[in-house]
């Protein structure tokens, strides 16, 4: 897109030399520029939609990040309404297998459900 919007301003720039040169008249470049500045507009719009859509996602990794750093401490403070959030924030949904309830796990904590692989971390070096 930001291609796009190099190609627009040229376009823009090249259609006024064109005037300057008259090798266009006036009424040329009065019907195209518009047209080219909304266009250039429309790429800047989208443009800066994108940036604000990394922005928010990265607000939420970190976000994210912080909840997981925090949460033993969260859980055993909270009451059973913020429980239940932090349940629907970390499952999918619960089964139960005999007597056992068996949580499904939303994707990115998989691995905190598996736990650490001791052999491979440092923990046991302590």
């Known amino acids: 897109m930001q291609r796009q919007l190099s190609n627009k301003i040229r376009e823009q720039d090249v259609l006024l030399n064109l005037r300057i040169c008259e090798e266009i008249d006036k009424e040329t470049?009065?019907?195209?520029?518009?047209?080219?500045?909304?266009?250039?507009a429309d790429l800047r719009l989208?443009?800066?939609a994108l940036d604000r859509s990394h922005d928010e996602k990265e607000d939420v990794a970190v976000k994210a990040l912080e909840?997981?750093?925090?949460?033993?401490?969260?859980?055993?403070?909270?009451?059973?309404?913020?429980?239940?959030?932090?349940?629907?924030?970390?499952?999918?949904?619960?089964?139960?297998?005999?007597?056992?309830?068996?949580?499904?796990?939303?994707?990115?904590?998989?691995?905190?459900?598996?736990?650490?692989d001791l052999k491979n971390s440092r923990d046991d070096k302590i």
Do not use: H
Not at 29 to 40: C, N, T, V
């Open 46 to 48: 989208s443009i800066d």
């Open 67 to 116: 909840l997981s750093k925090s949460l033993r401490e969260r859980w055993v403070t909270a009451d059973y309404s913020t429980k239940r959030r932090i349940l629907a924030i970390l499952c999918l949904n619960f089964s139960l297998d005999d007597v056992t309830l068996v949580p499904e796990w939303r994707k990115p904590f998989d691995m905190l459900a598996e736990g650490l």
């Open 29 to 40: 470049l009065a019907r195209k520029m518009p047209e080219l500045r909304d266009q250039a």
